[in-house]
């Protein structure tokens, strides 16, 4: 990797860690992804900020909605942290931000927005880093939060566990920024690397040398299935202090759950509910999946991407019902819908060639042109909300890009 580009973005982190540092409020506001990467950096920068005297909530989200803003940015809120959100909604964000109060995005995903002057933005992407295979979010809230105490050190393991959790694995190995904080974690003791073991190699002494992939499934588990039962904050719990066994039974109940959920909607596709749009598939599973949150969607689009059944050489998109009432920010007046892309692999192999279009070129754009908003968009996985009635708009939008796209 460029060590230019690595200097520039540790005197980025530096310089965000001072500024956090010499503010006056000892109050701090995390708002964080509830993805297992999401949840890793929240509980790194809990831990830091614990350590420097601050006082933390946790706002763990699904998305960042642009009506949340007002209810995140209050009057009593100083110091407010974005970590594994907030690059897709830069400028939303500046304009929320009180005159008195600090607002940090610590965040690993594409900006698409122009960089608001109030705000203090630590992305790799900026750097020319890679923040889909170099860099996962709770790498960026580890090396800000070394950046804050070297005692942090200790937390390097959970910058390993975002990275896992964000699939940023390559050819087998961590990469960049995750190299060098998957080094400092072996070093501490709190990873080893067990060669032998298929797919999971990644061994982590707080979770009883429990692999890494497994880790991640509970911990999603807890915060993505059992989001609207608040447990995602039992998920970052479980990253300082390793699982209860309240969180143990929690973890069984939600993955029965999923499993539930998951195998009925694999029969309704196998009944033919899976369509075909051109260049791209597409299924809505509208509140079949309810109570789990919404990233569900996400995950079962993942495990998809390479099923028999799944056209390989085409975009895959799915759409999923959001309910109007979060769990930690009260009720939301809109009818929406989560809508999650990943790109299979004989696709993807045409995206790496220049032959098709990633992710980022086509869902931000298509987003916005029916009223909706990009989220969490990285190459080869992305999602959207946008309005309930948009649905098949989006798929025309985004088959209409890919078009324009291939006649360049």
């Not at 614990?50 to 909530?57: D, K, N």
């Not at 920024?177 to 067990?194: D, M, P, T, V």
């Not at 993505?224 to 039992?234: C, L």
């Not at 309240?246 to 196998?270: G, W, Y």
Request: negative net charge; charged residues 30%; contains cysteine.
């Amino acid at each position: 990797m460029n060590e230019d580009r690595i200097k520039a973005f540790d005197e980025s982190v530096k310089s965000a860690s001072k500024l956090l540092k010499n503010f006056s409020s000892r109050r701090a506001t995390i708002v964080h992804h509830n993805d297992a990467d999401g949840v890793a950096s929240g509980a790194v920068l809990r831990r830091g900020l614990e350590r420097e005297g601050f006082a933390v909530e946790h706002i763990p989200l699904e998305r960042l909605h642009p009506s949340y803003l007002p209810k995140i940015h209050t009057i009593d809120r100083k110091l407010i942290l974005y970590s594994d959100l907030g690059a897709s909604l830069e400028t939303l964000i500046g304009q929320s931000k009180r005159e008195e109060s600090l607002v940090l995005i610590l965040d690993h995903h594409p900006s698409f927005e122009p960089l608001a002057s109030n705000i203090v933005h630590v992305n790799p992407e900026g750097f020319g880093i890679d923040g889909d295979r170099s860099c996962a979010a709770a790498t960026v809230a580890y090396f800000f939060a070394q950046a804050l105490n070297p005692q942090n050190e200790d937390l390097a393991f959970l910058a390993v566990l975002g990275a896992l959790g964000d699939g940023q694995v390559v050819e087998g190995r961590m990469i960049g920024l995750n190299a060098r904080a998957l080094e400092e974690g072996r070093k501490q003791g709190s990873i080893e690397i067990q060669e032998d073991a298929e797919n999971d190699s990644y061994r982590f002494k707080l979770f009883g040398g429990e692999g890494g992939m497994e880790v991640v499934r509970s911990l999603s588990s807890l915060s993505v299935n059992g989001y609207y039962r608040k447990m995602a904050e039992w998920a970052v719990e479980a990253c300082l202090e390793g699982y209860r066994e309240s969180h143990r039974k929690a973890i069984r109940e939600m993955n029965e759950l999923q499993e539930d959920r998951f195998e009925k909607e694999l029969q309704r596709l196998r009944e033919g509910a899976l369509s075909v749009e051109g260049e791209i598939q597409w299924m809505d599973v509208e509140d079949r999946f309810y109570p789990l949150g919404v990233k569900s969607i996400g995950t079962f689009c993942g495990l998809l991407r390479t099923w028999d059944r799944i056209d390989s050489s085409r975009y895959l998109l799915g759409f999923q019902n959001h309910p109007q009432e979060n769990p930690y920010l009260g009720f939301l007046d809109a009818r929406e819908v989560k809508a999650s892309m990943r790109v299979p692999p004989a696709l993807l192999h045409g995206v790496e060639k220049g032959l098709k279009p990633d992710l980022t070129e086509i869902l931000p754009p298509a987003a916005r042109e029916v009223g909706g908003f990009a989220e969490g968009c990285h190459r080869y996985s992305a999602a959207c909300t946008i309005p309930w009635e948009k649905k098949k708009d989006l798929i025309l939008s985004l088959s209409t890009r890919i078009r324009e796209w291939e006649r360049k």
